[in-house]
């Protein structure tokens, strides 16, 4: 794997020969994420978005494991239990404030992730093992923000709780069976609690199981860059460390920096006052709403209203979940031989439609349905809809792309034209 | 083969929303939603000015205080404050002696055992203890408030939108229903047994106005207690009881603000420093 002017991992202290010998560790974060990765020397801040991910997923389990030392899951203590971190555990109110927010966090360098590589084309070949990991660690994300969500058993905890398992209801014939079944119970109780604790706790460690997957499948092509070309030669690589380990640090301040500003100053920015409410099954809040990562998928859940041939229920969650099992289809509905959309104008103008109609589709999941909100969010649905099954094929047979240059290097030079070549010769 | 999937399950989504949104528009013209008197008169809350609001604020111990002999003297006959202990009121000032005294002459005392017989008991408060409620359970409180459950005040500043602010505005909200509002809408007259107020969800509220100018609490420090003082120092003492520890969190937050500046700053230069001879 990798290139073959790759550097070497030499180790020159006698206990690091031994340890080669024995255990080649350092050899493989060497060539994982140290000098012996060439990685194109072109790449934007956006390809800090990774990196960023795995900290956030480092810095959820460290906080969440800790909390876990503090939390009872059982529904006649949880909350209190919470509200005793929050009070008496020493900095247990930063860690639960970290942890709420480093889910946040976590999704929005996801979310960016995400986006970074519909731009560049990243899941197209040879790379499309590398998206399918990406999509499977995204979908348990959002099982274990959902699970997280209910453990500290406020309103929205319950009631969130209640409408997520109620999608299993939408089965036709055994659906209700199911979703007593999964939460052990006609609502959501203890039993439920229980399970989510389970699950909140595995589902992070299956998560970092398939980073590595992921890490290793994108180790055989390489990264991808803003030109989307192959790389040529040495020319046309830096290693990953010192290089990309310097910009990622400046990418890391930038995102303490903000998560910094939100755990300390507004901390329950993201949240919803009613989950500081304990959850109560006689009562029902007047608005249900999940939290704001989730806000777009509600919406085209919402969206569904009529019954045609399947009940207007099935149809939304049918189209919810569809709307991210499309992804996995992705490499293959999109076939256009170019990555980089900065050469593909036509599937450029329509992804920033599709940016504008995802933003619409969170407002909307969020808003009140009224019928002004609801009209939106199913003409925001249809959109999301067409664009990855209908339009994005159509264009990626009609498009004329513009013409690419011959290497990155090239692009690289043009942007920076009139400077010496000679600083330009890389080791 | 893909692809004729991906358009057959397109063009099915699509179409089922093209359907959807025909009928959401139809009913939306042939039977729009009814105005309600909640969307016309429901009002948002008052500034209540407090100290500890922004990124830099800090408790005004003293207007804490002032809150607590508010709570004291006012809500506790009904309200609880489950996750306050006593011995909490040691960080808004109280000496230690104060919050023993304090604990000692609560008037609800704290359930306990008779050591002897086994038998249930009371015992007085210590600054170990929770703020006892003023009912022994629901039934018990709602039996006693025309069946209204009086919630408790611990986090209420941080379960409503705005929830200082919100806290202040209702306690000074209390006012006659609005003649307009009875003339647009006659059937969401104020039932009886319930209170208007433009600042609580539905404008009705179960809870009769709890300050008025004849019961005002008065202070011992020289603040003038009216009503708009008391519901501000209430509304200054509850965000405390929700975020105890707001000040230590402005604190830290600011250090850790200068420490990760200073960092993005040293990773900039290095990054400078590592790139300088690579064009990219």
Redesign the interface.
């Known amino acids: 794997m990798s290139f073959p002017w790759a550097k070497q991992y030499e180790p020159k202290a006698p206990l690091m020969r031994w340890l080669d010998e024995k255990l080649p560790l350092p050899r493989l974060a060497y060539n994982a994420i140290g000098a012996g990765y060439p990685v194109p ?3 934007n801040y956006f390809w800090n978005f990774g990196v960023l991910a795995g900290a956030a997923l480092l810095i959820q389990i460290v906080t969440g494991v800790t909390l876990a030392m503090n939390y009872a899951a059982n529904g006649g203590v949880a909350f ?1 239990s919470v ?1 005793r971190i ?2 008496d555990v020493p900095a247990g ?2 860690l639960r ?1 970290a942890h709420a927010n480093g889910a946040s966090m976590f999704l929005f360098v996801v979310y960016v992730h995400i986006a970074r590589g519909l731009y560049y084309g990243s899941y197209k070949a040879p790379r499309e093992m590398v998206w399918l990991l990406g999509v499977v660690i995204f979908l348990l994300m959002m099982a274990t923000a959902f699970m997280g969500y209910v453990l500290p058993w406020g309103q929205m905890s319950f009631w969130g709780a209640q409408v997520i398992t109620g999608f299993f209801s939408a089965i036709p014939g055994v659906g209700e069976t199911v979703r007593v079944w999964l939460l052990g119970g006609y609502a959501p109780d203890n039993a439920a609690l229980n399970r989510f604790f389970s699950l909140h706790y595995l589902l992070p460690f299956v998560t970092a199981g398939v980073v590595i997957l992921k890490i290793w499948a994108l180790h055989i092509p390489g990264s991808n860059n803003p030109t989307g070309l192959d790389v040529k030669g040495p020319q046309d690589t ?1 290693p990953f460390h ?2 990309y380990t ?2 990622d ?2 990418g ?3 995102f ?2 903000l998560f ?2 939100l ?3 507004v ?2 920015l993201l949240g919803h ?2 989950n ?2 304990e959850a109560n099954p006689l009562s029902t809040p ?1 608005h249900i709403v999940p939290e704001w990562y989730f806000l777009p998928f509600y919406a085209i859940l919402k ?4 019954d ?1 041939i399947l009940p ?1 229920k099935l ?1 939304g969650v049918l ?1 919810m979940f ?1 709307s991210i099992l ?1 992804l996995f ?1 992705l490499p ?2 999109d076939n256009s031989p170019v990555r980089s959309a900065n050469y593909r104008p036509t599937y450029r103008a329509f992804l920033w439609v599709l940016l504008v109609d995802v933003l619409v589709l969170g407002y909307v999941g969020g808003a009140e349905a ?2 002004r909100n ?2 939106l969010g ?2 925001a ?2 959109y999301y ?2 664009h ?3 339009i994005l ?1 159509l264009i990626s047979a009609s498009e004329r792309p513009r013409p690419l240059p011959n290497s990155i290097t090239e692009a ?2 043009e ?2 034209a009139g ?1 010496s070549p000679a ?2 010769a ?1 080791a | 083969m ?2 004729a999937i ?2 057959l ?3 099915a ?9 025909i ?3 139809y ?2 013209v042939t039977e ?2 009814p105005a309600t008197a909640e969307h016309e008169f429901h009002r948002h809350p008052r500034d209540a000015q407090l100290a500890s609001s922004g ?1 830099f604020g800090k408790f005004d111990d003293r207007q804490v205080q002032r809150g607590f002999q508010v709570y004291k003297e006012v809500c506790s006959a009904c309200h609880s404050l489950k ?1 306050v202990s006593f011995r ?1 009121l040691g960080e808004i000032g109280y000496t230690e002696a104060e919050v023993k005294a304090i604990a000692a002459q609560w008037t609800i005392e704290q359930p306990s055992i008779n050591p002897e017989t086994g038998e249930a008991a009371t015992r007085k408060n210590t600054p170990a203890d929770r703020i006892p409620s003023p009912y022994p359970n629901e039934i018990a409180a709602r039996a006693a408030n025309n069946n209204a459950l009086p ?1 408790d005040l ?2 209420m500043v ?4 705005d ?1 200082a602010n919100y806290t202040y505005s209702l306690l000074t909200g209390y006012q006659a229903q609005p003649a307009a509002l009875l003339r647009e809408f006659p059937e969401a007259k104020t039932p009886q047994g319930l209170h208007y107020n433009p600042y609580f ?1 539905n404008l009705n509220i179960a809870m009769p106005a709890p300050l008025t100018a004849q019961t005002a609490v008065q202070y011992t420090d020289g603040t003038r207690g009216t009503v708009d003082q008391n519901a501000r120092d209430v509304a200054a003492f509850l965000t405390w009881t ?1 975020e ?2 707001l000040e ?3 604190a ?3 250090a ?2 200068a420490f ?2 200073i ?2 700053f040293l ?2 230069g ?2 400078q ?3 300088r ?4």
């Open positions: 020397r072109n790449l209190g509200e929050m009070r109110w930063f404030y830096v010192p290089y310097a910009k640090a400046v890391l301040g930038a303490l920096f910094a500003a755990i300390f100053f901390p329950n006052p009613d500081y409410i007047a969206s569904f209203t009529a045609f207007a149809w189209a569809g499309l289809f293959w509905l009224i019928p609801v009209i199913q003409i649905s249809a809809f067409a990855f099954l209908i094929p690289v030079l942007k920076h400077t600083k330009t890389m | 893909v692809r991906s358009y399950v397109g063009l989504f699509v179409g089922v929303l093209a359907i959807a949104l009928g959401t528009a009913s939306a729009p939603p990124a996750y909490d919630p611990s986090l941080k379960a409503r939108h929830g969800a929700a105890p520890k230590q969190r402005h830290a937050g600011l850790s603000l990760i500046a960092f993005c990773a900039w290095a990054y420093n590592v790139w001879d690579v064009e990219h």
